[in-house]
T-cell receptor, first 114, second 113 residues
């Protein structure tokens, strides 16, 4: 059974550009969550999608957005990149939302903003 | 809002020894789930163990066990018979009813030969 796949694994952008990260969940999983990991702020929740609907959103500016497709694959987009957006972006999938969920994480997308 | 506190930035342990990582949390919810995840140098976040708050029995997974004290809001992880492969950052996490994980700052565990 394939795990959570995140692409690209590494990318470098410059300030002001935008970036799109992709996450393919485990087959059958309908919930996809995104987390940002930085040395200073640690792991912070970005948003969660379930059946193509954003169910929960963290405290991030509107430059951070996401969506989920009918096949449960998800993308997150960051526009007008800032140096502080450099981080490891982790995607996690689960069968259902909340409850006794076990979130399975992907390997992450390492974004560097120059 | 829930908060998760890990007060030990780093712990060092010798192979075959036991190490205990502490975690406290704050919540007003009565039913919730707690997790320990490990993140080795590869940065892959791996589930170590899970505890349902309504279960009084402490969870155990092979060499990993927890001491869950609901009243004290404490959730410590014990790693027995430590192995070199256990070297990683360990995160305590609280799952709220919306499926959002709140992580602690992490404890770096270093296992030495």
């Amino acid at each position: 059974k394939a795990g959570v796949t995140q692409t690209p694994r590494y990318l470098i952008k410059t300030r002001g550009q935008q970036v799109t990260l992709s996450c393919s969940p485990i087959s059958g999983h309908r919930s996809v969550s995104w987390y940002q990991q930085t040395p200073g702020q640690g792991l912070q929740f970005l948003f969660e999608y379930f059946s193509e609907t954003q169910r929960n959103k963290g405290n991030f500016p509107g430059r951070f957005s996401g969506r989920q497709f009918s096949n449960s694959r998800s993308e997150m987009n960051v526009s007008t990149l800032e140096l502080g957006d450099s981080a490891l972006y982790l995607c996690a999938s689960s069968l259902v939302q909340g409850g006794a969920n076990v979130l399975t994480f992907g390997a992450g997308s390492r974004l560097t903003v120059l | 809002a829930q908060t998760v506190t890990q007060s030990q930035p780093e712990m060092s342990v010798q192979e075959a020894e036991t190490v205990t990582l502490s975690c406290t949390y704050d919540t007003s919810e009565s039913n919730y789930y707690l997790f320990w995840y490990k993140q080795p140098p590869s940065r892959q976040m791996i589930l170590v163990i899970r505890q349902e708050a309504y279960k009084q029995q402490n969870a155990t997974e092979n060499r990993f066990s927890v001491n869950f004290q609901k009243a004290a809001k404490s959730f410590s992880l014990k790693i027995s018979d430590s192995q070199l492969g256990d070297t990683a950052m360990y995160f305590c996490a609280f799952l709220d009813s919306w499926g959002k994980l709140q992580f602690g700052a992490g404890t770096q565990v270093v296992v030495t030969p």
